[in-house]
């Protein structure tokens, strides 16, 4: 056979391939494509004279043949400061990179807060620009998944959908009502009797559960609750909300360590001592070591949702999983010295 070309040359040609190894361009497309319409001796001969020849397929021609393009995107329906703030992006960011890697799919990562982000996305997302669609911090009114839905696009969502469509899009997400209720059931336990809860947003899957978990736990405790947004300065500004509410109460469950953060900033500023005065117990134990005190929180396997949610993905674009499926993870509390 030839010599490889030196870097020096032209890059070299489907059709230089094709006389190389003897066989027609279209037995060259094939072996490229994966196709496996290619006999074992033809495909040897082809994958020979790619190596000998260093030949590089033309990305954007396999697209055209294969509507292929190796490409996932990662929408986050936030804002850059709720993605710097919250140490759970970085968790299941590294996570679905981790599981790409493995695929051979790149990674596109896009945030979406407005509405006019939302319909170029769509536009984009729609246009056979990537093979699928990963969606976090989801929102029920966001239209973006049942668009996608519409489209034939593959979606999975980080987190159980709620809203119109829900139903229809495949998602992974944390057993949150499972959770919330041990971490609200510890409480009982210890002998709080004034327990009180920073809900998440209830537009959202995970600050429904996680409610409703601490609701179910409770019993005929009275039940006491403020809805924050996730961010550490909504816990605190909820948290003086309680403290005004109920002086006397003595544990606060909080839907996210983010927002624990700014209860015990609040708790320690009013005098309260933590955990004697006012126990507290965060959810997603991602920076729940750096508290001061270290959070009791309940631990979700953040990275592996991540991981998760691609094999799902990958499975979906392959046409292995048609049905919208739901993952559920376990969950478990992690005690420390706030509760």
Do not use: C, W
Request: charged share 25%; no cysteine.
């Amino acid at each position: 056979m030839g010599v490889r070309r030196s870097r020096a040359q032209a890059r070299p040609t489907l059709e230089e391939v094709a006389a190389l190894a003897g066989v027609g361009r279209g037995t060259v497309s094939r072996v490229i494509n994966g196709s496996p319409k290619v006999s074992a001796q033809a495909r040897q001969a082809v994958q020979a004279a790619i190596e000998e020849l260093g030949y590089v397929p033309n990305r954007a021609a396999r697209t055209l043949v294969t509507r292929r393009t190796d490409t996932v995107a990662l929408v986050l329906s936030e804002g850059e400061q709720r993605l710097f703030e919250e140490p759970y992006f970085a968790d299941i960011i590294r996570g679905i990179s981790s599981a790409l890697n493995e695929t051979g799919l790149q990674l596109m990562f896009t945030l979406a807060q407005t509405p006019r982000d939302h319909e170029r996305l769509e536009q984009y997302l729609t246009g056979h620009h990537v093979d699928g669609v990963m969606m976090i911090s989801l929102h029920a009114e966001d239209p973006l998944p049942g668009l996608l839905a519409d489209h034939g696009v593959p979606t999975v969502l980080g987190g159980r959908p709620v809203g119109v469509g829900a139903e229809r899009v495949s998602y992974v997400d944390a057993d949150n009502e499972g959770g919330a209720r041990k971490a609200v059931e510890y409480l009982v336990a210890q002998g709080r009797r004034r327990i009180a809860t920073i809900a998440g947003p209830q537009d959202m899957g995970v600050g429904i559960d996680r409610l409703n978990g601490y609701r179910a736990a409770l019993g005929d405790l009275p039940e006491q609750v403020v809805t924050a947004d996730f961010s550490e300065a909504g816990g605190r500004a909820a948290m003086r909300e309680l403290l005004a509410r109920d002086p006397e109460l003595d544990a606060v469950f909080v839907a996210s360590d983010n927002m624990a953060m700014g209860a015990l900033r609040t708790l320690r500023e009013a005098g309260r001592r933590i955990p004697g005065d006012v126990a507290v117990i965060g959810f997603e134990d991602s920076a729940a070591q750096r508290a001061e005190p270290p959070l009791t929180s309940v631990h979700q396997p953040t990275e592996r949702m991540g991981r998760e949610m691609v094999q799902l993905l990958v499975a979906r674009i392959r046409g292995e999983r048609t049905e919208p499926t739901g993952v559920i993870v376990d969950t478990h509390l992690v005690v420390r010295d706030s509760a």
